[in-house]
Every structure is written in C-alpha cells, then in structure tokens.
C-alpha cells in the first residue's frame, strides 16, 4: 500500500499547486494521503511562496471539510463503515460526545483522520458554518506552522517534522482542549 501512495504521491507532485489543490481537497473528504506530503517538499524547494502553498492547501483543505461534511449529511454511517472500521468510527463518536466542534479543531490540526470526523459532523448534523470556522482555525494553523518551520529551518525542516511534528501538534491539541475546557468555565459562570 505504502509503494502505491508513493506513486500517487510522485504523480501529484508533476502538477505542482494544482496537485497539491487536489490532495488537499481530497484528504478531507476521502483521500488517504495527507496534503503534508506535497506541501512539505513544494515549501522547501520554493521558500518565497511557502505561505501561499500552506493558505492554498488550507483553502482546499476546507472546501474537502465541507464536500466530506456534505458526505456524512446525505450519505451517513453506510459510507464511513465501507471506509473506516468500527473502532475507529466508535472513537471518533466518543470524541464528537466529548469534545463537539472542538473535535474538528483537534483532526484538523493534528495527525488524526481527518476526513473521519468531517463525514461525521455532517452524520451528526453539525452546523455547516462550525465545520468552516474550526476548519479554517485547524488547517490553517497547522499548515501555517508548516510554513513558518520551513521558513525557519529550510530543508532542515524535514528531519524536524519527522521526528517532532506528531508530537507538536498532539501537544498542541491538548492545549486547544484545555483552552476549549477554560472557555466553557468561564462560560458557565455567572456575571
């Protein structure tokens, strides 16, 4: 599997930003390769519009969120067990219970499936406008931090972001929770 997305991956690269458009759209809705694997090496070997290939995988990667909202929204549940298992549906439903919108910032900004949690905020009904706003703050955060490590490091980033990101950005979902967590006190308390 792992030969076959290398392949595809190589094929994205030969159309440039519109690959890149393309993956990023896709990997929000039902593509299994993220837009990392384009942006990384686009940004690197073409520094000065690094920030323009993050807003563009940002941009395509929320129009993916709303095409895979519109997914869940028509098609439900069928669709997501013919993609995904059981386990990892029951645990994406444990974080919708938990978390609500704050689940599609947590996916949208770190390495977990994505696309899973767009086609079940439309299975859930969740508002079209929280998918955008969460999914604008998420993937632009994300990709942007991309950008500014690439900005910062050069190609240097590469060996950073294969042993650090994983754990920066799960770091930084913690963080969102617990904002997420202190926003709602504050929230509760009266004036």
């Known amino acids: 599997m792992s030969q076959i997305i290398h392949i595809i ?8 930003v519109f690959g890149l458009f393309i993956v990023s759209f896709a990997d929000s809705s039902f593509f299994p390769i993220p837009p990392d694997v384009l942006l990384i090496p686009m940004g690197i070997a073409d520094p000065d519009n690094v920030l323009w290939y993050a807003f563009l995988t940002t941009f395509a990667s929320v129009m993916g969120a709303i095409f895979g909202w519109y997914i869940g929204f028509k098609l439900g549940r069928p669709v ?75 190609a240097h980033a590469v060996p950073f972001f294969k042993e650090h990101f994983s754990l920066l950005t799960i770091s930084f979902g913690i963080l969102f929770i617990l904002f997420y967590i202190v926003f709602l006190i504050f929230k509760k308390r009266p004036n």
Do not use: H, Q
């Open 9 to 16: 991956k190589e094929w994205l690269m030969e159309y440039g």
């Open 80 to 154: 997501l067990k013919r993609l995904f298992s059981d386990e990892k549906i029951d645990k994406v439903e444990y974080y919708y219970n938990k978390l609500g919108p704050m689940a599609i910032l947590i996916s949208a900004f770190t390495p977990l499936p994505y696309k899973i949690f767009t086609i079940f905020s439309g299975i859930s009904k969740l508002p079209l406008k929280v998918i955008v706003f969460w999914s604008v703050i998420g993937r632009g955060a994300r990709f942007g931090l991309e950008a500014a490590l690439i900005i910062k490091l050069g």
